[in-house]
């Protein structure tokens, strides 16, 4: 299965994403900022992330900075 991680600081929009995904059977975990997509990122192997790019604490870009850092295979999408 593909794990996909879900990174917004709206928990609506965050939760209509990741039902979404799991309805089209794929793993989700979901973050509520930039620094909290990087600990995942860090834990497990995504093949996907969806991020925001406006975030509290970590932006998107920063973060698809250091996401990069740790997993060049990882395919990160911003909204």
Do not use: W
């Amino acid at each position: 299965m593909r794990r996909v991680l879900v990174v917004d600081d709206d928990i609506v929009l965050q939760t209509s994403v990741k039902e979404a995904l799991i309805y089209h059977n794929f793993v989700v975990d979901v973050a509520g900022n930039g620094k909290e997509a990087l600990h995942a990122v860090y834990k497990e192997k995504y093949d996907l992330v969806v991020m925001d790019v406006n975030m509290p604490e970590m932006d998107g870009i920063s973060a698809l900075s250091e996401i990069k850092k740790v997993d060049q295979q990882c395919i990160v999408t911003g909204k």
